[in-house]
Every structure is written in structure tokens, then in C-alpha cells.
């Protein structure tokens, strides 16, 4: 895995892949009908980086996910993906993401086993690697045991492990999550996102973590802050803070998006 930096292609030429940002968005913008749902959004996330996507409920932050997944085209702006443009080059761009939507997604009748095998076909992964892959990863989060069960068996937050485990099947660059720890627990919360970091730190792999908890943000985290489709912070968290007047990052997102609600069960504005 890693970032492929310094990349040249036979003649000398830098690949595109060579130092470019792992996530690049320019002036992106998004309507639904008359509903502008972004608004010439633009940040980029660098190789090896933990990025928080902070926004509170209808911030934008689905739409932004069903942007850079290629769901929704891109019609306003640029996203590019290690140099890929996500509408120019979908099938580069796709194969360096790992996505885990907000909706469960495994099919419950399945085995994990299943679950995953199926996920690593579609990706072209024959059999042998994909079970040697499945293995590992199963192993790293310890829930091996649960390999033959059905999906049905399992607590919210290892079906959420399992998902994370098919998106990195692929030995994917950049992971998108979005609200990842929705309606877990604390320690399934707690569990999942010291799993993602460990990934981030180990193996250099480039997040993007999209929540409305400000107490999912560590210290040295990259954040970007949505505000009703618009981008109102993006920075290292002291630069934020800092910029915004403030004396903690809780402070920083209140004044930024104009609410008091800052921790578990945030809602929104209304
Ligand atoms: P949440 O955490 O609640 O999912 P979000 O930050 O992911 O919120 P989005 O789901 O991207 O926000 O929504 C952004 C805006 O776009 C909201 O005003 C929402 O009502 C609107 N929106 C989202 N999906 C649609 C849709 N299919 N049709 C019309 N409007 C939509």
C-alpha cells in the first residue's frame, strides 16, 4: 500500500499519482433541483493524512461522499483522486478508494466469508488472495471466529468492521467513511476509529472520517468544516481553532456553525 510518491512512467514522465494530493476538490458545487447542497467546495488531503469531514446533519457531507465515489457526476468543479480525475479517469480514481457508506450494507442472509469473497470478485481478486487478504484482515480487527457466521449474528459494530474490512480489500490508497460509528456504542466507536487510525499510522493509507461528533477529532487530525454546503474552516485543528477566535476546537465548530449542540446526538441547526 502507500502513496506511490516520485512515480515515472518509461520515458522519465511523472505519473499523475506522482506527488499528488491523495483528494483533491476545486470549486466543487452540487444542487439538487433548487436545493444547493455544495458550494464551490475546495480542500485537498495529503498522503498519509487522518482528515475529518465535520459537519452537523445536511451540512453536505453525503452528497460531497456521493461525489467523490462517482454516484453523482461531477457537473460543477474538479475532484481528483492521487492525480485521477474522478470523471475523466473513474476506473483509476476508483481503484485507489475504499468507501463505507453511511446505509449498512452487508447482506444479512450471507456469511461474512461471503460477504467479503463476493466484494473481492467484483474487484478482480482471484480466490487464494482473496481468502489469504480476508484472513489477515479479519485477524488485525479479531474477529476471524466470525468468518462463517451470517452477518445477521452480528452486533452493530462488527457488522460496521466487517464493511471497513471489504472496503480495504482492494488495498485501497484513500478511505472515505462516513458517519462510521452512527448508532454504535461508545467502545464500538471507540474500537473502530482507533482501528482506522492504527491503519493510517501503520500502513500510510490517507482517511477521510465524516462526522458530526467534535469527539471523534484528535489533536493532530487534518479538519474540514461544512456548514450548509459551504467549506467554513479547513486546517490542522490548532490553525482552526486559532483562526476562529477560539480557545477548543468545540468552541471553533460553535462559532463556525453558529449552534451550541457539539457532541453525541448533535442534530443540526433546527
Ligand atoms: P446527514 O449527516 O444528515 O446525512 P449530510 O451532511 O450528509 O447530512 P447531505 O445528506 O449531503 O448532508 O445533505 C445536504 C443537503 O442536501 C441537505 O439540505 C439535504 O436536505 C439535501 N439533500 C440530500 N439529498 C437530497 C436529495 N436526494 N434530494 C433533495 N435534497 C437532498
Same mark, same amino acid.
Given at each position: ?8 512512467? #518509461?520515458?522519465?514522465?511523472s ?18 433541483? +433548487?436545493?444547493?447542497? /455544495?458550494? =464551490? ?11 475529518? /469531514?465535520?459537519?452537523?446533519?445536511? &451540512? ?6 456521493s461525489?467523490?465515489?462517482?454516484l453523482? &457526476? ?6 481528483? #483522486? ?5 470523471? *475523466? ?7 485507489r /478508494? ?5 446505509? *449498512? ?39 476471524? =471466529? ?5 452477518? +445477521? ?8 468492521? $466487517? ?5 480495504l ?8 467513511? =462516513?458517519? &462510521? ?7 464500538? *466507536? ?5 482501528d482506522?487510525?492504527?491503519? #493510517? ?15 471523534? $477529532? ?8 461544512? =456548514?450548509?454546503?459551504?467549506?467554513? &474552516?479547513?486546517?490542522? #485543528? ?16 460553535? *462559532? /463556525? ?14
Open positions: 500500500m502507500g502513496t506511490n510518491a516520485g512515480l515515472k512512467n #518509461v520515458h522519465g514522465k505519473l499523475p499519482e506522482a506527488d499528488a494530493p491523495a483528494l483533491e476538490l476545486a470549486s466543487v458545487s452540487y444542487a439538487y433541483g +433548487r436545493r444547493q447542497a /455544495l458550494n =464551490d467546495i475546495s480542500f485537498s488531503i495529503a498522503p498519509g493524512r487522518f482528515a475529518v /469531514l465535520l459537519g452537523l446533519n445536511g &451540512a453536505g457531507k453525503t452528497t460531497l461522499f461525489l467523490i465515489s462517482h453523482f &457526476a461531477t457537473r460543477d468543479g474538479h475532484i481528483h #483522486v492521487f492525480g485521477h480525475d474522478i470523471n *475523466r479517469k473513474p476506473g483509476d480514481a476508483l481503484r /478508494l475504499g468507501i463505507v457508506f453511511q446505509a *449498512r450494507t452487508l447482506d444479512l442472509d450471507l456469511s461474512v466469508h461471503q460477504n467479503l469473497s463476493y466484494h473481492a470478485s467484483l474487484h478482480g481478486i482471484g480466490s487464494r488472495a482473496a481468502n489469504q487478504r480476508i484472513h489477515e484482515l479479519l485477524e488485525s480487527i479479531d474477529m476471524s =471466529d466470525r468468518l462463517h457466521e451470517k452477518a +445477521r449474528s452480528l452486533s452493530g459494530g462488527q457488522i460496521r468492521r $466487517v464493511e471497513i474490512v471489504r472496503a480489500l482492494h488495498q485501497p490508497s484513500l478511505l472515505l467513511l =462516513d458517519e &462510521a460509528t452512527v448508532g454504535l456504542d461508545i467502545k464500538s *466507536r471507540a474500537t473502530i476509529l482507533a482506522i487510525r492504527k491503519l #493510517v499510522h501503520d500502513e500510510g493509507i490517507s482517511v477521510l472520517w465524516a462526522t458530526h461528533l467534535i469527539d471523534e $477529532v484528535s489533536h493532530a487530525d487534518q479538519i474540514i468544516v461544512l =456548514d450548509r454546503g459551504k467549506l467554513v &474552516a479547513n486546517g490542522a #485543528v490548532n490553525e482552526v481553532v486559532k483562526d476562529a477566535g477560539a480557545k477548543s476546537i468545540n468552541e471553533a465548530f460553535s *462559532r /463556525l456553525t453558529g449552534i451550541v449542540t457539539l457532541t453525541r446526538g448533535g442534530t443540526g441547526h433546527d
